[in-house]
């Protein structure tokens, strides 16, 4: 990836304004940083500077010409500067004096408009059509505005191992760190691991998350890292916009993404480059990655960790969700009437049954109809055919009547298999016979689709997917727990305002705001090496506006600090809940459980003892069962947080996999593509991802530990 010289070594040497790094604790989380040690705290806001005689020394006139160029760049990348800005600043400050590479990026206040950006991309290396043509691409049924119907856009991809290749030779210690991490049971289990005793592995993450960037649109991201480096390389970009719309759920624009995937996982588990592509083809003779095919990396890979939202694991990778009420879980035979009882649920035990790969197969293997097509048949077949956009249709193109005599059904759809990624490719058959997939929704039970990331193999099961902090306890069951207590005060009128109705809930919380402010200062004083993400603000409408609607609108670390003031306040006030004692006694016990196994995540280390892993247990089971006696709202992720727990034996502390700072990287890749112009969208995205990547990740390498 081509890095323009002039950004990294000024934040090797000078990090007065972090900007655009600053974000939702992108280095907060030390467990990102394995030399430092998990435990370790950055500095905070408030720490007093260092007295050192380097940080006082002024750069020189050249290194504050580079720094400003860089400040620059990263406003521009993130969408807080444009182009014609950058260039005119630096026309007025190199005119005014300024050094370095100020002069490189001048030009006149009357130039033409698209002379700005060219000139930006002329000085720090980037040619898109260089870089478009270097990317690896596969075609993928898309959708956009531009077109009459669905058609076949060629997309550009950063491959895993390539990206993964390039930053092991640029960083060794990505690949297996200076000093390896304590890993659990699941990395020692991995058959990577396993099938390569004594070998460089290198543990990675794909993570997957889905963000509005515009108003009317959103983008999905899929990242990969190494669990040594933490760089994150950005692999493919869609735009919600423009993923296939035949009634698939942009499942044809998906289909090809994942093929790509595991075929690269596949490169990484095997530790050589692939001699040939994804389809199974040779790369053009005498291309980069034929000359590399088949020689071998430095390192294997291993895929450890699935990491996303709920929402992204079922919809994005096809399982059914948590409104399906036989298959609500991802992880367990759990249905919605039995999933929130927790009797015989332990550390050895489970009552619902965990899932394996094998009930993902069968779940996969009752939906699918092959079929060996004659030409005549398939002529019937495509007749038959009709893109189904209708709700309870079959999802995407599928048959309008029923074909007796080849044992299809009318709204059986046509599905996509390697070797056929894109359904409307059916019609260009001219092989029989042809062998066909079709998939049956009227048997579908667990999932919607077989994904083909999953590869058992090299070790991408269900196993994989990681149970998130953030998405599962701090806005779930924490959220959840605040919103229901802080609502319990407001209508008991716990302040004694003698108001009612709208004017009750608008005093109410105000008091509770002045109550928060003073518990923020408390905290402080009392317990100062303690960092807590405080509100800065709280209204009426971030609690949902009327008692019909309370729902919490909070931040999850935010959630996570209101969680001791709920309780506290609970406490002081529980003599106002005149003849509910019982139910009042159950929602403080319910508070002091997940408070409890709040403190049981911030003290374990990553393999957590067993003795501490049973009181996590206790803690939880504690607060489901009080939870649901005091009338706490039961939401999806109240089992989901079980599983959370039943996995932390094997999968070690979940704060070790937390996807906060996975979050804060969402922030800049939404301001990146709010920046990137739609008709090269795809490869600036990715291209202005990776520089601004590249500059933080080169900071962290060389801070002081």
Known sequence: MLICPCIIPVFERYTPYPFLFKMAASSSYSWENPEQGWRCRPPAAH????????DDTDPTAEEAGEYLVSFLLELLYTNALSARSLCIICHWASLA?????????????????????????????????TAAKDMYKVLVPQHSKYDMSRTAHEMVINVPHEEFATEVSENPGAASGHLDPEWSEDYQDHPVVKANPGQRIMAFAFYLDGISFTKNDSLLGLYVYSLHSFKRHLCMVFRRSHVCKCGCK?????????????????????????????????????????????????????LVHIKGDWAEFSHTLGFADWSSALFCCLFCKATRENRFNVAGFGPVSSPWGDLSHADMERACAACEIWIDLTQEQHARVRASLVYDKKKDGGAGRCLMLDLPDLNLRAKDRLEPHPLLMDVDLFDRVAQFPYRALFWRRSLETRCRHRNPLWDPDIGITLERLMVDKLHTLHMGPAMSYVCHVLWQLILVDAWGTGASGEQLHVLSVHQIRSELWTYYSDRKRQRPDDDITE???????????????????????ETKGLVGFALELLKRMHGRFAGSETNIAFLIGAGEALQEYFDLLGDAPRQVPPRMLQRMFDSMKKHLILSKRAGVPMKPKHHLVLHMV???????????????????????????????????WEVRVLLHFGKVEETRSSRKRHMPA
């Not at 720490?47 to 380097?54: H, K, Q, R, T």
């Not at 509100?535 to 670390?557: F, I, N, R």
């Open 250 to 302: 942009g499942w044809c624009t998906l289909y090809p993404a994942f093929l790509v995937l595991r075929w690269s996982f596949r490169a990484l588990a095997a530790g050589v480059w692939p001699s040939v592509d994804h389809t199974g083809e040779a790369f053009p003779e005498g291309s980069r990655r034929a000359l590399l095919a088949g020689t071998p990396f430095s390192f294997h890979g291993a």
């Open 646 to 680: 039943a996995r932390t034996g094997k999968y070690g502390n979940p704060s070790f996999y937390a996807t906060f700072t996975d979050e804060g990287i969402n922030k800049l890749l939404k301001k990146v593509g709010q920046a990137a112009h739609r008709t090269v």
């Open 47 to 54: 720490d007093e500077p260092s007295d050192s005689e380097e």
């Open 535 to 557: 509100l800065q603000d709280l209204t009426l409408q971030m609690l949902g506006g009327k008692p019909s609607s309370q729902t919490l609108h909070t931040k999850a670390a």
């Open 97 to 129: 004096g300024a050094r370095g590479p100020v002069s490189d990026y001048k030009l006149k206040p009357d130039s033409p408009s698209g002379h700005f950006q060219r000139k930006v991309d002329k000085v720090t290396g980037i040619d898109l059509k």
